[in-house]
């Protein structure tokens, strides 16, 4: 049994936010902003009302159940967007909701621990008969949710919905000129389902733990006491922001996308892991995250410039978002045929990275 | 192939949190609690310093990475717990690290989104050949778990270590004397591998997205203000507790548990999904949430009551850790020989529940 992709989908926001803007925000200029990473411009979502919370809902005799559900769907939100996504992918292939039987689920950028991103969306979209899994890490998400689906519906059969929505512009430091230009907000939703020809050929995934990209939740409230009758549970909510050493996630990066002395980097290895080469790929669809890694890694892989997927120049790094959403744009600019050999490339925090070969199904 | 369980383990903090001592920081008192939740004591946590930030170590000179994996190895933290209870389940049956392909790690209170709970498992226990999958569904994951590891490692082959840490006192609301008296800290382990006799036979997955259970991160940062040039994001940072609406959830769990007049519950349901009745139950595992939850689904499913496992009493509700805490407790006190049928149930957040049908193979 062979499992492909039988059709893509995604949402961004419709507020654009240019370098021009971004200039009267924080000490930066367009130049330095392109230079560096290639980014023009990127969207930010614009909730039109603040979550409800149980206070309010207790205070005005509302259920606080409903309220949530009410605000999830009808505001601009992370979750929000991840269903406009969902949407989109099933209705572009005419697939039924009560066809999806697997709905996997990335957010770097959740709202809540639990419910889980996975959870919300099935609900959301009135997936009645998915399994709902909510499978994280970070950037890289959407190559993990390849193997999982693959090797998931091998075994039990059915049709599964990916959706990666991200919503970094809601955890960013505003005022962190060397952050906040670089990420923006944007889901992207695959299907995937037993295909006659082509499918998913291979891939590969690593990880190399480490805190060059640590995510504050304001979780970290710790009993430093040790007497139980004197707990004094320290909240450190002054910093919910996250932290990037983009200096050596940039190494980490390049090395890993395009390899280096000891290392033939993941485009390869995940290539070679199907009997392929360079010189199969169709299209290359790496993470957004700087054009300059992109670029680093169509030099050191001798991959043609003309076969690359970029969006990051008009979305910035839209985290997990980014692969999926950068694929449903060639897919609906046709610049992908039955046959055609993708190759998806991806990093990010954990680090993680990984990469995967999928030839076209339709 | 099957896929069987091959070992187990468990931390449970030191720190002991009873009724008494509760009596004295919340308006509650030891009667009270044991009648409605069968509650005696709970472990904490004591992390015997603060996390460091990334502020703190670039005024010190220190490097925040490495900073960063000492405190989690040095101090009592949830990730800390998490290694403590992987190492006790590959120690106890001589499992090298090396051997151990694949890593799932769930954790329903993390101190980061990202990186992973599972890539910083991965790295604290030197688990150089796993791939770290986080996968969280609530106190269901454990089941989750089981679905996982068992469809992966039918195809991939290799060996599993299923982890889940889980110390809510770092979330709870130590002012909400009707839920702080609910939970406790621990971290459970199971290692998961090729078995030639027994193995996982069925398993159950099921979910009913709502709020009733809902954990605010500390991340509602809104952008409520559609022009770009006057970005306000609020921080709605004043709850970083979770919510529990404790009625609803009793009855979400009592008939997802024992069944209900139109539908046989979730036990039943995985019992016949490998052909077995309740009169095969050797040994019953169900979450650890309350007594009155675990007797109501003896006496609905006419499970005898010497045959459950039960933690509650000196554990509290610890989350994700429930199941795999009180298999691990069951192991070490001789209740489980080979052949024996395990039957775990769960429910939680988001909300989710299932059901697993286990014979032993050891």
């Given at each position: 049994?062979?499992?492909?992709?039988?059709?893509?989908?995604r949402?961004a926001?419709?507020?654009?936010?240019?370098n021009?803007?971004?200039e009267?925000?924080?000490?930066?200029n367009d130049?330095?902003?392109?230079?560096?990473?290639?980014?023009?411009?990127?969207?930010?979502?614009?909730?039109?009302?603040?979550?409800p919370?149980?206070?309010?809902?207790k205070?005005n005799?509302?259920?606080y159940?409903?309220?949530m559900?009410?605000w999830?769907?009808?505001?601009?939100?992370?979750?929000?967007?991840?269903?406009?996504?969902?949407?989109?992918a099933?209705?572009?292939?005419?697939?039924?909701?009560?066809?999806?039987?697997?709905?996997?689920?990335?957010?770097?950028?959740?709202?809540?621990?639990?419910?889980?991103?996975a959870?919300?969306?099935r609900?959301?979209?009135?997936?009645d008969?998915a399994?709902?899994?909510?499978?994280?890490?970070?950037?890289?998400?959407?190559?993990?949710?390849m193997k999982f689906?693959d090797?998931?519906?091998?075994?039990?059969?059915?049709?599964?919905?990916?959706?990666?929505?991200d919503a970094?512009?809601?955890?960013?430091?505003?005022?962190?000129?060397n952050?906040?230009?670089?990420?923006?907000?944007s889901?992207?939703?695959?299907v995937?389902?037993?295909?006659?020809?082509?499918g998913?050929q291979?891939?590969?995934?690593?990880?190399?733990?480490?805190?060059?990209?640590?995510?504050?939740t304001?979780?970290?409230?710790q009993?430093?006491?040790?007497?139980?009758?004197?707990?004094?549970?320290?909240?450190?909510?002054?910093?919910p922001?996250?932290?990037?050493?983009?200096n050596?996630?940039?190494?980490?990066?390049t090395?890993i996308?395009?390899?280096?002395?000891d290392?033939?980097g993941?485009?390869?290895?995940?290539?070679?892991?199907?009997?392929?080469?360079?010189e199969?790929?169709?299209?290359?669809i790496?993470?957004?995250?700087?054009?300059?890694?992109i670029?680093?890694?169509?030099k050191?892989?001798?991959?043609?410039?003309?076969?690359?997927?970029?969006?990051?120049?008009?979305?910035g790094?839209?985290?997990?978002?980014?692969?999926?959403?950068?694929?449903?744009?060639a897919?609906?600019e046709?610049?992908?045929?039955?046959?055609?050999?993708?190759?998806?490339?991806?990093?990010?925090?954990d680090?993680s990275y990984?990469?995967?070969?999928?030839?076209w199904?339709y």
């Amino acid at each position: 049994m062979n499992v492909g992709i039988i059709s893509t989908g995604r949402y961004a926001p419709k507020l654009v936010l240019d370098n021009k803007r971004l200039e009267q925000l924080v000490d930066t200029n367009d130049e330095w902003i392109i230079t560096r990473t290639g980014i023009s411009e990127r969207r930010i979502i614009a909730p039109s009302r603040e979550m409800p919370t149980p206070e309010y809902c207790k205070e005005n005799s509302l259920n606080y159940n409903e309220e949530m559900w009410k605000w999830l769907n009808e505001t601009e939100n992370v979750y929000y967007m991840g269903k406009m996504a969902g949407e989109n992918a099933l209705n572009s292939a005419g697939i039924k909701k009560e066809d999806v039987s697997l709905l996997v689920v990335s957010c770097n950028s959740p709202l809540f621990v639990f419910p889980s991103q996975a959870a919300i969306l099935r609900k959301m979209l009135s997936l009645d008969n998915a399994e709902p899994w909510a499978i994280t890490s970070g950037c890289t998400s959407s190559i993990f949710h390849m193997k999982f689906i693959d090797t998931y519906l091998k075994q039990h059969g059915g049709t599964a919905l990916s959706i990666c929505p991200d919503a970094l512009s809601a955890t960013v430091d505003w005022s962190d000129r060397n952050n906040c230009v670089l990420f923006g907000d944007s889901a992207g939703a695959i299907v995937f389902s037993e295909v006659k020809e082509g499918g998913i050929q291979s891939y590969i995934l690593g990880s190399k733990p480490s805190f060059e990209i640590a995510l504050r939740t304001g979780l970290e409230n710790q009993t430093i006491n040790t007497n139980p009758l004197e707990f004094s549970y320290k909240k450190q909510i002054e910093r919910p922001y996250f932290y990037m050493n983009g200096n050596e996630v940039f190494k980490f990066a390049t090395r890993i996308m395009g390899g280096s002395n000891d290392y033939e980097g993941v485009i390869v290895e995940a290539l070679k892991a199907c009997g392929k080469t360079v010189e199969d790929i169709d299209l290359f669809i790496p993470h957004q995250a700087n054009d300059r890694i992109i670029d680093a890694a169509l030099k050191r892989c001798k991959i043609n410039r003309d076969k690359v997927a970029r969006t990051v120049d008009r979305y910035g790094n839209n985290s997990a978002a980014s692969i999926p959403v950068a694929l449903d744009e060639a897919v609906q600019e046709k610049r992908i045929k039955k046959g055609d050999t993708i190759v998806f490339a991806g990093f990010g925090a954990d680090l993680s990275y990984g990469a995967a070969v999928v030839d076209w199904s339709y």
